[in-house]
C-alpha cells in the first residue's frame, strides 16, 4: 500500500511488527491457560453455590411446573451464568458474595 492509499484509508502508522521466540509463545499460552482454567474452576463451584444458597428453598419441592429439582437448579445455573456471561456479574462478585452471605471463600491454592 503506497502514501496515497494509506492516507485515504485513513493509516496513521503502520502496525508494529514484534518478534517473539518459540519459549515466549508457549510461556504466553500457558499463562493464558492457567487465567482460562481458574475461572472456569470458580465459575464451577461459585455458580452452584450461590444457586443453593439464593433459591434453597425453591428446589425442595420434588416437582414445580412440572420440572423436577435438577431442571430447575441447571435453570438457575444456567442463569445466573447468563448473567456472568453478559457481564452483569463477574467473578470477584461471586467470590465476594459468598464470602459475606455464605461465609463460603473460594481460593485457589
Known amino acids: 500500500m503506497n502514501r496515497a492509499q494509506r492516507r485515504k484509508a485513513g493509516v496513521k ?4 511488527t514484534y518478534n517473539m521466540s518459540a519459549q515466549q509463545i508457549a510461556g504466553l499460552k500457558k499463562e493464558a491457560t492457567n487465567e482460562a482454567v481458574n475461572a ?31 431442571e430447575r437448579f441447571v435453570d438457575m445455573c444456567v442463569d445466573l451464568y447468563d448473567s456472568y456471561d453478559k457481564g452483569y456479574v463477574t467473578l470477584d462478585d461471586l467470590r465476594e458474595w459468598l464470602w459475606e452471605e455464605a461465609n463460603t471463600k473460594i481460593e485457589m491454592t
Open 13 to 16: 502508522k503502520p502496525e508494529p
Open 40 to 70: 472456569a474452576f470458580v465459575l464451577m463451584l461459585a455458580i452452584p453455590a450461590m444457586v443453593l444458597h439464593d433459591k434453597f428453598g425453591q428446589l425442595m419441592p420434588r416437582e414445580v411446573g412440572g420440572k423436577n429439582r435438577e
